[in-house]
């Protein structure tokens, strides 16, 4: 049972307690990803009870030849079955339904009669368990440390039936009141059955949920923080998930100076797909502020960068008609220009038609002469850079990315230091717009192009994504593949399931 409900959970709380703050990061698991879940699950969940530890079991009944004290030992079970199983989201949290299941086993059996003559017995068995039907439903919370976590909000189980045919010995005789036998194992079972289940989710569960990460690495700059900010909201029939969704510089964390818009929460039925991403302008917003701390976005073009197809070259006799100054004070000398991101970099706009950035940098001129020390700052430029956005999805392998660019849409500019007197900007209008489609907005893409992962449990890829555009966010609808293979290892490796039944 954990099986399933550990995968339908895990699909959410991996995408990384904070008052009313709105998220940057938003991911919501339909009914038809949960059914895709069970689907995946139900091999997983066969798997475990089919090798579950199963304990010897003691006990004492009176029977037609006395009362007498038996064990079953060396249980093993040959064989499971699942014919109707569902899973689905309420508003309490996720509903797990199993009936019909059959359980075969095969055991050791020994008795030994309480009173004189203390007869006793051995051989082998066969059991079979039908008609076991358990409903299970899950609440989803968060905890102090924004952790995920899980509770049984309810639990019925039942084993309907149990059969007991005993081999060797004189079991012709014993066969005449297995029954009783039997009775008395399907009492002890069912006694804990959702003792058992309680268990697995509470504190197994947990443990799980315990080890995920709430932070994800991007690249040896920045990480992003998606912790769960509140408890899962449940609108009926999907589960959502709502998490900080903001970029961190690794060598000087600290928060951006943005504020996070609310993300929409969908009425119950509006959803078609299994799984949605919703990502706000405050994510994107908060990454082009961390590489502006660090610097990534800070770079100088020398003359040799130039290519030969520009039309202005770095060097003073280039900019003769246009700053006469320039080239009065520094004749025939070479240039450098820096780049420098400053204030807020990357203001971001996302509306149904699209997306806009605004981003600030000054370009500071330097001066190399001939011989001796560079002279910087000869003049600086501030310049407002206004690009259209576009974003898609990338995947390869298991590794989803959501991926952007920008082209140039305008640039405004005003002086902002001399050292030559005056300087009339309009000459270099075009240049300065040239120079920030070369230079600027490809140093940007660079970054951008690496593309942002979702973070997603190992093993599970998107499926014909879409994104899309909305107020204040981008949307990512998916369906899903998922191969259980590496969770399937990693829970069997970690967990063992062991049945205490004895009287």
């Not at 109707?84 to 059996?109: D, K, P, R």
């Amino acid at each position: 049972i954990l099986s399933a409900l550990m995968l339908a959970i895990v699909l959410v709380a991996v995408f990384a307690l904070a008052g009313a703050q709105n998220p940057g990061f938003q991911v919501a698991l339909t009914n038809h990803g949960l059914e895709y879940a069970r689907e995946v699950a139900l091999p997983i969940l066969i798997h475990d009870l089919s090798t579950v530890t199963i304990p010897d079991i003691n006990g004492d009944a009176d029977t037609p030849i006395g009362h007498v004290s038996y064990s079953l030992s060396q249980i093993h079970v040959t064989g499971v079955s699942i014919p109707t199983s569902s899973i689905v989201v309420n508003t309490v949290g996720i509903a797990l339904s199993l009936s019909g299941i059959s359980i075969g086993m095969n055991a050791h059996w020994h008795y030994r009669e309480d009173s004189f003559p203390h007869i006793s017995d051995s051989g082998s068995c066969d059991m079979s368990a039908s008609s076991v039907s358990a409903a299970v439903t899950v609440s989803v919370g968060v905890s102090a440390a924004h952790e995920p976590t899980v509770s049984t909000a309810s639990c019925n189980a039942d084993i309907g039936k149990l059969d007991i045919t005993f081999h060797g010995g004189a079991s012709w005789l014993y066969n005449l009141f297995s029954g009783l036998i039997a009775d008395e194992v399907k009492k002890s079972l069912n006694s804990q059955l959702c003792s058992i289940i309680k268990n697995e989710i509470d504190v197994e569960g947990n443990k799980v949920l315990s080890t995920l990460p709430t932070q994800e690495k991007i690249d040896k700059y920045s990480m992003i923080n998606f912790e769960l900010l509140n408890p899962p909201a449940l609108p009926g029939d999907y589960i959502a998930t709502r998490h900080k969704g903001e970029f961190f510089s690794i060598s000087n964390p600290q928060e951006s100076p943005f504020t996070p818009a609310p993300l929409p929460l969908p009425a119950a039925g509006q959803l078609s797909r299994m799984l949605y991403v919703w990502m706000s302008a405050y994510l994107l917003e908060s990454a082009g502020w961390v590489y502006e701390q660090v610097g990534v976005l800070n770079y100088t073009v020398t003359p040799s960068q130039v290519p030969a197809s520009f039309p202005l070259k770095l060097n003073t006799a280039s900019f003769r008609a246009l700053i006469p100054a320039l080239y009065n004070k520094y004749p025939n000398m070479d240039m450098d220009a820096t780049i420098a991101a400053i204030g807020s970099p990357l203001q971001v706009t996302i509306s149904s038609s699209g997306m806009m950035a605004v981003g600030t940098a000054s370009i500071s001129f330097a001066v190399i002469p001939a011989a001796g020390q560079l002279i910087p700052n000869v003049f600086v430029v501030d310049i407002d850079v206004l690009a259209s956005g576009t974003a898609w999805v990338t995947g390869t392998g298991t590794s989803n990315s959501v991926v952007a660019n920008l082209s140039l849409v305008n640039v405004s500019m005003t002086l902002a230091a001399t050292t030559i007197g005056p300087i009339n900007l309009q000459p270099l209008q075009g240049i300065l717009n040239l120079f920030t489609d070369f230079f600027l907005l490809p140093a940007i893409n660079k970054e951008l192009n690496k593309g942002f992962v979702i973070p997603v449990v190992d093993g599970l890829t998107f499926v014909n994504p879409q994104l899309s555009y909305g107020d204040g966010y981008l949307v990512i609808d998916t369906d899903v593949n998922y191969k259980p293979s590496l969770f399937a290892e990693e829970y069997a490796e970690q967990h063992t399931v062991t049945l205490d039944l004895s009287n």
